[in-house]
């Protein structure tokens, strides 16, 4: 009998896990949430790890009625071990909410960061093709020349880059700003 109110607990500890899910909007997240030994399913979302416990309770269920005793104690311990993990990645939900939107605003502030240091890349470029152009024109020797002109193309070219990049992070920030 004391085995019977083992599944009966069981059963109950994980209805309630459904209910407190299904309190939870069902949102993806990027990084793991659970250890890889403790759960073999692997998803983006809570629900996926839900019915990875049901199955196991499921399991735990069938080796009782067929009394296999070593898997059910080896069942039972890893049943408790994923409650307690899915009860506590529950409780750290809105913890989670304030990190992604601690990680949001500084991600925000690292465009604005990388748009000010490639902003000031190009006001550098423009000032070193600007002095290479003045230096050209005071050339008298074709080879001097030559060398500049390669110099300025160079430049050119890195400032054309320069101001590519210019444009991606610039899109980044106004996708990101529409967003909000």
Same mark, same amino acid.
């Given at each position: 009998?004391? %085995?019977?109110?083992?599944?009966?607990?069981?059963?109950?500890?994980?209805?309630?896990?459904?209910?407190?899910?299904?309190?939870? @909007?069902?949102? @993806?997240? *990027?990084?793991?949430?659970?250890?890889?030994?403790?759960?073999?399913?692997?998803?983006?979302?809570?629900?996926?790890?839900?019915?990875? %416990?049901?199955?196991?309770?499921?399991?735990?269920?069938?080796?009782?009625?067929?009394?296999r005793i070593e898997q059910v104690k080896f069942l039972a311990e890893r049943l408790v071990a994923q409650i307690e993990a899915f009860k506590r990645e %529950?409780? *750290?939900? *809105?913890?989670?909410?304030?990190?992604?939107?601690?990680?949001?605003?500084?991600?925000?502030?690292?465009?604005?960061?990388?748009?000010?240091?490639?902003?000031?890349?190009?006001?550098?470029?423009?000032?070193?093709?600007?002095?290479?152009?003045?230096?050209?024109?005071?050339? *008298?020797?074709?080879?001097?020349?030559?060398?500049?002109?390669?110099? %300025?193309?160079?430049?050119?070219?890195?400032?054309?880059?320069?101001?590519?990049?210019?444009?991606?992070?610039?899109?980044?920030?106004?996708?990101?700003?529409?967003?909000?």
């Amino acid at each position: 009998m004391g %085995i019977q109110n083992l599944l009966g607990a069981l059963e109950k500890q994980v209805s309630m896990l459904e209910k407190e899910l299904d309190l939870l @909007p069902d949102l @993806p997240f *990027t990084s793991a949430r659970f250890d890889q030994v403790l759960f073999h399913h692997r998803s983006n979302k809570l629900g996926g790890y839900l019915q990875e %416990i049901r199955q196991n309770m499921k399991q735990l269920s069938d080796c009782v009625n067929d009394s296999r005793i070593e898997q059910v104690k080896f069942l039972a311990e890893r049943l408790v071990a994923q409650i307690e993990a899915f009860k506590r990645e %529950i409780a *750290t939900q *809105t913890l989670r909410k304030q990190e992604e939107k601690f990680a949001h605003r500084s991600q925000e502030r690292d465009l604005y960061q990388r748009l000010a240091e490639h902003q000031d890349y190009e006001r550098r470029l423009m000032a070193m093709v600007n002095d290479r152009e003045l230096q050209l024109d005071k050339q *008298t020797t074709l080879a001097n020349q030559y060398k500049l002109q390669k110099e %300025i193309a160079a430049l050119a070219g890195r400032l054309a880059r320069c101001r590519q990049a210019l444009m991606r992070i610039e899109k980044s920030i106004e996708k990101q700003e529409n967003s909000d």
